[in-house]
């Protein structure tokens, strides 16, 4: 959770409440928090039923929304009223003359999901001017694992940097998911205090040990018995692992190898930043780049490039198991 959020909800709790709220953005996870922060929390139950109103852009005009705003609360000070999905409502700059001069006893929640307001308009400007402005980006994938790591300390869950890993790989940056996998966990062991591989095996179905994002590392660390352990697989199991997706994997990494030459001596956070990585990570990249000066990285990149055209089928007749065999056979060279 952002700073910025912190603060937000602070606010809320101490009920220093802003007349407009504005939630725009690509992640639905932390504007769904939010409105249901604003639906359960703000009004007690029975405050809610006169005075809790919810429209959604595509079944209401924006004449609907402001006559709701302008309404006085009934049996409490003040009333909510949320607009969910305002990006779908016709007419939705309109409500930047109400925005300009809101009512003192309505909050006024603008849910705009899925996408940034657009911040020229009046809309938008009234609203940072006379409310509260939150954009809900979506977390960039090198920062997943430090996210999960986070939220394992919310659940409870003391996790290895391993593990955070290995989840981010898998599930993405969809923080929803991520959120009800690892709390799929905690309700079948609700006592354990780490979230260890094995849980995460066990409850999840996420394997460290084929998992394609561990491959590269595999390969980087020479360490063929586990290589040619995980190749079975991949070859036995084409559908976990694509050529397509092994050779951006192995790119990525063999790229941060190639990157790290160039970094020794500079913080952990400006090597994260050249690598597009955690910090979390720099010490164990640093360390590996000692085996992989910058002309044997070079050349592993080239590899990979030459391979990754094979694959769409340039140049070559040979299928992506045959591919596969001859890119890790010139790696491990």
């Given at each position: 959770m952002t700073a910025e959020l912190k603060k937000l909800f602070q606010s809320l709790d101490l009920k220093q409440f802003a007349p407009v709220y504005l939630i725009d953005g690509e992640e639905p996870y932390y504007i769904d928090m939010i409105t249901d922060y604003f639906e359960q929390k703000i009004l007690t139950p029975a405050e809610r039923d006169f005075n809790l109103m919810v429209l959604y852009g595509k079944?209401?005009?924006?004449s609907d929304v402001v006559n709701a705003c302008r309404r006085f609360p009934m049996f409490a000070e003040k009333q909510v009223v949320i607009l969910k999905d305002a990006a779908a409502l016709r007419g939705l700059n309109e409500l930047a003359a109400y925005v300009a001069k809101p009512s003192p006893t309505t909050i006024f929640v603008i849910e705009h999901r899925f996408k940034k307001a657009d911040g020229k308009t009046k809309l938008v400007k009234m609203a940072k001017e006379k409310g509260f402005h939150f954009t809900?980006?979506?977390i960039k994938d090198e920062h997943m694992p430090a996210w999960i790591i986070e939220l394992g300390k919310q659940m409870n869950f003391s996790m290895g940097v391993r593990e955070a890993e290995t989840l981010a790989s898998s599930l993405g940056n969809d923080l929803q998911k991520v959120v009800n996998e690892i709390e799929k966990v905690r309700i079948?062991?609700?006592d354990e205090k780490e979230l260890t591989a094995a849980l995460i095996h066990k409850y999840i179905g996420i394997s460290r040990d084929y998992n394609v994002f561990e491959f590269p590392e595999a390969l980087a660390n020479g360490d063929r018995d586990k290589v040619y352990r995980m190749l079975t697989y991949f070859l036995a199991n084409p559908k976990s692992a694509p050529m397509a997706l092994i050779t951006v994997a192995c790119y990525n990494h063999f790229n941060r190898l190639y990157v790290a030459n160039f970094m020794r001596g500079k913080t952990d956070k400006d090597a994260a930043a050249a690598m597009g990585m955690s910090p979390y990570f720099v010490k164990n990249i640093m360390a590996a780049a000692q085996?992989?000066?910058m002309h044997r990285a070079e050349r592993a990149?080239?590899?990979?490039?030459?391979y990754n055209t094979k694959g769409v089928g340039y140049n070559t007749s040979a299928g992506d198991k045959?591919?596969?065999k001859e890119l890790v056979a010139q790696l491990l060279d």
């Open positions: 079944d209401c005009e924006w809900s980006d979506k079948n062991v609700p085996q992989w000066p990149l080239l590899l990979l490039a030459k045959e591919l596969l």
